[in-house]
């Protein structure tokens, strides 16, 4: 099965960017992908999917507009641009694989990265 490693987690001032990566050990093309957070005390939140096809993209309502997510299939990764970050997208970040569908509740995703952790400073 295919396994995600993420990259990229750190910390940021708000209003700053970061930028995940996510390589998976095997190609990527059959896989709709994305990402989930979870901060503390709190459950896995839906953040962006992305397609089969690249073509489609999915975001949650706290972050639409400033996140964008994007895949390399020649390179078996995708990535997550975070811009105008806020204090409030401190969490722990997952990628995600699904060949079944676009995954968009933590419950349908087959696949989890281990996480990468990013913390945002007022």
């Known amino acids: 099965q295919v396994q995600l490693v993420e990259s990229g987690g750190g910390l940021a001032a708000a209003g700053g960017s970061l930028r995940l990566s996510c390589v998976a050990s095997?190609?990527?093309?059959?896989?709709?992908l994305g990402w989930f957070r979870q901060a503390p005390g709190k459950e896995r939140e839906f953040v962006a999917a992305?397609?089969?096809?690249?073509?489609?993209?999915y975001y949650g309502t706290s972050v639409k507009g400033r996140f964008t997510i994007s895949r390399d299939d020649a390179k078996n990764t995708q990535i997550l641009q975070m811009d105008r970050l806020k204090p409030e997208d401190t969490a722990v970040y997952y990628c995600?694989?699904?060949?079944?569908?676009?995954?968009?509740?933590?419950?349908?995703?087959?696949?989890w990265g281990r996480g990468t952790q990013v913390t945002i400073s007022s």
């Open positions: 095997e190609r990527t093309n059959p896989y709709a």
């Open positions: 992305i397609d089969w096809s690249g073509k489609r993209t």
């Open positions: 995600t694989a699904t060949r079944t569908a676009v995954a968009m509740n933590a419950a349908d995703v087959e696949r």
